[in-house]
């Protein structure tokens, strides 16, 4: 894309015949009124000794978190000293922040603050960053991050679904992000994935090189650690990725050209080796300054406005992490909150919501406050898989014990407790409220679809709501967590199995898990529960409790229908009581770690759960047919849950089940009685002649297909009136005395 070569100043006086009037050297109005705010009075960028002291000072700086070195990797692109003016002290814009929500008191004299134009952007609900604005940071310091944002599916928390080659984007250093990485080849490989979707996706490049950048970039500092111990700082872009990599195309000459697959790689491979140049910087700041003094000291032109805004951008530059307080909090915490809120449209029970958001940074505080490990935290959070996950948790790596080690360290003691009261703070509800125990199940539901979704679904509304309506989760079990115990344990891997492939290890502990049910172990029977509960849910076999539901009248099974009404945990808790219900979630959990081990295709549809049939002797078993288990509806499970329940409630569902019965019998008999009316046959017979005229009238009457067809509707025509004679007349009324004797009869 070409620039125009003349343009008329803005505000000059010009006419017809001289067009040059107003000019500033060789670029006229428009491009002069294009150029970027400043960057005609820009000085040039001085050398780096002479930008020391940027350094020194800001690693001073209260607000500034992240480290000296990491500050030094950070200002080697600045080219103003004057950028340290705008750090303020993180308890001015913690106050700043408080103000503007209106909490202040009205009548309350302000403190002087400091202007804050990135406040609104770059803070959250819970935190925000220390931030300098650099009005023309060099972007040949600054690389795009490892992993998109714009597809936070492979981000810290991720919101969705890892998988073994998604990276961790940490960072427990206030300021500083982190990740672990095999080597800088896997860095730039993801680099260039990013920019290669840029290339192809996002073209910006026609309107930076007349106008410049025109919304500041976002960039922290990043340390990369390497599988042989090294590790590197690099700047990070993690808002304006587009507008970054659309600079490069000027750069690189292609602006404005269409780019697909492998021609995108390949310019992809060369902006990322040149972010990686070790003299990109001073490469950069030699060119800048060249086109400064030819701009200067000759004439602005067109080729001067295209090199200085496609290689110099205004950034923010994050230098430290606060909540909204004032106090340093985790950069993983903001950088994970701040790229949901620009990029994601949250649901209330999708991936991406503040729900999930709050679970996560409540494992983060319980890691803080050493009661629960990193690799535990990182299991539970979906970002461990195989055998990183069994050694963490020392469970089976499957979505059934994955989800159960979820619910199991939030309803646990100590760890539990500091992980409820961190999302009870974060979400702003009250734990002593009776409704929180549902809510926390729902909240901790959503979490725990990332060990469901797949590329085929990724939402589970149906499940979450049967979580929030309490879920396999009993009432014996919500009595040990409120006098602080845990609400159920999961039995670990024995160090036997631990070798095992991941389907037998599962195998083996459901086995001994149902084996020691069957024994009558009360801790087996609560693990069973849940487990087997879980799989009930999500194989959809059991819902959320609705009065549309109940069907107390019929005597099969009915479609999407239940025999009486119940909460989820009450079914659970049935089916444990009985041998027929602990066979059901027994068959339920086992054919979930049978046919879906690892990550299939679809975690939520890959087995069924079975009917279970009572033998004459009382044995229960699974119904089967042809050979293959009949596969339960709900209605089926709350049957086999039924004589479970305790006798006062089975004894109200009879009680309510034969008035129900009774009610609907009455109420059939009256309208048997009613609908066949005289009345009622002479309306049907007469919309039949109405039809009938209808069709032999019309200009273009359907045809019957064969003689055959009108013959057998005369005949149910002709059927229909001889039997139309058998309905018997009413005798006409008697007048008088139906008694009183004729004169034929004296006669």
């Given at each position: 894309?070409?620039i125009?070569?003349?343009?008329?100043?803005?505000?000059?006086?010009?006419?017809d015949?001289?067009?040059?009037?107003?000019?500033v050297?060789?670029?006229?109005?428009?491009?002069?009124?294009?150029?970027?705010?400043?960057?005609?009075d820009?000085?040039?960028?001085?050398?780096?000794s002479e930008?020391?002291?940027?350094?020194?000072?800001?690693?001073?700086?209260?607000?500034?978190?992240?480290?000296?070195?990491?500050?030094?990797v950070?200002?080697?692109?600045a080219?103003?000293?004057?950028?340290?003016?705008?750090?303020t002290?993180?308890?001015?814009?913690a106050?700043q922040?408080?103000?503007?929500?209106g909490?202040?008191?009205k009548?309350?004299?302000?403190r002087?603050?400091s202007?804050l134009g990135?406040?609104?952007?770059?803070?959250?609900?819970?935190?925000?960053?220390?931030?300098?604005?650099?009005?023309f940071h060099?972007?040949?310091g600054v690389?795009v991050?490892?992993?998109n944002?714009?597809?936070?599916?492979?981000?810290?928390?991720?919101?969705?679904k890892?998988?073994v080659?998604?990276?961790?984007?940490?960072?427990?250093?206030?300021?500083?992000?982190?990740?672990?990485?095999p080597?800088?080849?896997?860095?730039r490989?993801?680099?260039?994935?990013?920019v290669?979707?840029?290339l192809?996706?996002?073209?910006w490049?026609?309107s930076?090189a007349?106008?410049?950048?025109?919304?500041?970039l976002?960039c922290?500092?990043?340390?990369?650690?390497?599988?042989?111990?090294?590790?590197e700082l690099?700047?990070?872009c993690?808002?304006?990725?587009?507008?970054l990599v659309?600079?490069?195309?000027?750069?690189?000459?292609?602006?404005?050209?269409?780019?697909?697959?492998?021609e995108?790689r390949e310019?992809a491979?060369k902006?990322?080796?040149?972010?990686?140049a070790?003299d990109?910087?001073?490469?950069?700041?030699?060119?800048v300054?060249?086109?400064?003094?030819?701009?200067?000291t000759?004439?602005?032109?067109?080729?001067?406005?295209?090199?200085?805004?496609?290689?110099?951008a205004?950034t923010?530059?994050?230098l430290?992490?606060?909540?909204?307080?004032?106090?340093?909090?985790?950069?993983?915490?903001?950088f994970?909150?701040?790229?949901?809120q620009?990029?994601?449209?949250?649901?209330?029970?999708?991936?991406?919501?503040?729900?999930?958001?709050?679970v996560?940074?409540a494992?983060?505080?319980?890691?803080?406050k050493?009661?629960?490990t990193q690799?535990?935290s990182?299991?539970?959070?979906?970002?461990?898989h195989?055998?990183?996950?069994?050694?963490?948790?020392?469970l089976?790596?499957h979505p059934?014990?994955?989800r159960?080690?979820?619910?199991a360290?939030?309803?646990?003691?100590?760890?539990?407790?500091?992980?409820?009261t961190?999302?009870?703070e974060?979400?702003?509800?009250?734990?002593?409220?009776?409704?929180?125990?549902k809510?926390?199940l729902?909240?901790?539901?959503?979490?725990?679809?990332r060990?469901?979704r797949?590329?085929s679904k990724k939402?589970?509304?149906?499940?979450?709501?049967?979580w929030?309506?309490?879920?396999?989760?009993?009432?014996?079990?919500w009595h040990?967590?409120e006098n602080g115990?845990?609400?159920?344990?999961?039995?670990c891997?024995?160090?036997?199995?631990?070798h095992?492939?991941?389907?037998?290890?599962?195998?083996r502990l459901?086995?001994?898990?149902r084996e020691?049910?069957?024994?009558?172990?009360?801790?087996a029977?609560?693990?069973?529960?849940?487990?087997?509960g879980?799989a009930?849910?999500v194989?959809?076999?059991?819902?959320?409790d609705?009065?549309?539901?109940?069907?107390l009248?019929?005597?099969?099974?009915?479609?999407?229908?239940?025999?009486?009404?119940?909460?989820?945990?009450?079914?659970?808790?049935a089916?444990t009581k009985?041998?027929?219900g602990?066979?059901?979630?027994?068959e339920?959990?086992?054919n979930?770690?049978?046919?879906?081990p690892g990550?299939?295709e679809d975690y939520?549809?890959?087995?069924?759960?079975?009917?279970?049939?009572i033998?004459?002797d009382?044995?229960?078993?699974?119904?089967t047919s042809?050979?293959?288990?009949?596969?339960a509806?709900?209605?089926?499970?709350f049957?086999?849950?039924?004589p479970?329940l305790?006798?006062?409630?089975?004894n109200?569902?009879?009680?309510r089940?034969?008035?129900?019965r009774?009610e609907?019998?009455?109420?059939?008999?009256?309208?048997?009685?009613s609908?066949a009316?005289?009345?009622?046959l002479?309306?049907?017979i007469?919309?039949?002649?109405?039809?009938?005229?209808?069709?032999?009238?019309s200009?273009?009457?359907?045809c019957?297909?064969?003689?055959?067809?009108?013959?057998?509707?005369?005949?149910l025509?002709?059927?229909?009136?001889?039997?139309?004679?058998?309905?018997?007349?009413?005798p006409k009324?008697v007048?008088g005395?139906?008694?009183?004797v004729t004169d034929?009869?004296?006669?």
């Amino acid at each position: 894309m070409t620039i125009p070569a003349t343009f008329l100043p803005p505000g000059a006086e010009t006419n017809d015949d001289d067009v040059s009037l107003g000019v500033v050297g060789k670029l006229t109005a428009e491009q002069t009124a294009s150029l970027a705010a400043g960057l005609m009075d820009m000085e040039p960028i001085p050398a780096p000794s002479e930008m020391s002291y940027l350094t020194t000072a800001a690693d001073g700086h209260p607000s500034a978190t992240c480290g000296k070195d990491a500050i030094q990797v950070l200002l080697a692109g600045a080219t103003h000293p004057e950028v340290l003016d705008q750090l303020t002290h993180p308890d001015t814009m913690a106050e700043q922040l408080f103000s503007s929500r209106g909490r202040g008191r009205k009548n309350a004299p302000k403190r002087k603050v400091s202007r804050l134009g990135r406040l609104k952007q770059l803070s959250t609900d819970t935190c925000y960053a220390a931030v300098m604005h650099s009005p023309f940071h060099q972007i040949a310091g600054v690389k795009v991050l490892p992993v998109n944002p714009r597809f936070l599916a492979m981000v810290q928390h991720a919101f969705t679904k890892g998988s073994v080659t998604d990276p961790a984007i940490e960072g427990q250093t206030p300021g500083r992000l982190e990740i672990h990485l095999p080597a800088q080849q896997s860095l730039r490989d993801m680099m260039v994935q990013t920019v290669e979707h840029h290339l192809m996706d996002y073209d910006w490049s026609d309107s930076i090189a007349r106008t410049g950048t025109q919304h500041p970039l976002t960039c922290m500092v990043m340390i990369v650690h390497y599988d042989d111990g090294t590790s590197e700082l690099i700047v990070v872009c993690i808002d304006g990725q587009s507008r970054l990599v659309s600079a490069w195309r000027n750069i690189l000459n292609i602006s404005g050209k269409p780019l697909k697959a492998p021609e995108a790689r390949e310019y992809a491979e060369k902006i990322v080796g040149r972010m990686f140049a070790h003299d990109a910087i001073a490469s950069s700041r030699k060119t800048v300054n060249d086109a400064l003094h030819t701009a200067t000291t000759r004439s602005w032109t067109a080729s001067e406005m295209r090199v200085l805004h496609s290689r110099l951008a205004p950034t923010n530059l994050v230098l430290g992490t606060f909540s909204r307080t004032g106090e340093p909090c985790d950069a993983s915490r903001w950088f994970t909150e701040h790229l949901t809120q620009i990029h994601l449209r949250t649901r209330s029970w999708g991936g991406g919501s503040d729900k999930e958001k709050a679970v996560a940074d409540a494992l983060t505080e319980a890691v803080r406050k050493n009661l629960l490990t990193q690799q535990k935290s990182d299991a539970l959070s979906g970002r461990l898989h195989g055998e990183a996950f069994a050694k963490a948790t020392r469970l089976p790596f499957h979505p059934a014990f994955a989800r159960a080690a979820l619910f199991a360290t939030a309803l646990s003691g100590e760890a539990g407790q500091s992980i409820r009261t961190s999302i009870a703070e974060y979400l702003s509800l009250d734990p002593n409220d009776d409704s929180f125990p549902k809510k926390l199940l729902e909240i901790l539901a959503i979490f725990s679809t990332r060990f469901l979704r797949s590329d085929s679904k990724k939402v589970f509304p149906q499940m979450v709501n049967t979580w929030g309506d309490g879920g396999a989760i009993t009432s014996p079990m919500w009595h040990r967590v409120e006098n602080g115990e845990p609400a159920f344990t999961l039995t670990c891997l024995q160090d036997d199995l631990l070798h095992l492939d991941h389907r037998t290890a599962a195998q083996r502990l459901t086995a001994q898990l149902r084996e020691r049910a069957k024994n009558g172990d009360t801790e087996a029977l609560d693990e069973l529960a849940v487990l087997g509960g879980d799989a009930l849910i999500v194989a959809d076999a059991l819902n959320r409790d609705r009065g549309s539901k109940e069907d107390l009248i019929s005597e099969v099974p009915v479609d999407k229908k239940t025999p009486y009404r119940a909460k989820p945990p009450t079914i659970v808790a049935a089916l444990t009581k009985t041998a027929a219900g602990q066979l059901l979630l027994g068959e339920a959990l086992s054919n979930w770690v049978d046919q879906v081990p690892g990550f299939p295709e679809d975690y939520s549809r890959g087995f069924i759960v079975p009917q279970i049939k009572i033998d004459p002797d009382g044995t229960p078993k699974v119904a089967t047919s042809y050979g293959m288990a009949d596969r339960a509806s709900e209605w089926h499970v709350f049957e086999t849950a039924e004589p479970g329940l305790p006798s006062r409630r089975r004894n109200q569902i009879e009680i309510r089940r034969n008035a129900a019965r009774a009610e609907a019998a009455k109420n059939n008999a009256k309208s048997t009685g009613s609908a066949a009316t005289i009345a009622t046959l002479q309306t049907d017979i007469h919309r039949v002649e109405r039809t009938i005229e209808k069709i032999t009238t019309s200009t273009n009457p359907p045809c019957f297909d064969d003689e055959a067809q009108r013959e057998a509707i005369q005949q149910l025509l002709w059927k229909l009136g001889g039997e139309i004679k058998e309905i018997p007349v009413a005798p006409k009324p008697v007048v008088g005395d139906p008694y009183a004797v004729t004169d034929q009869e004296d006669e």
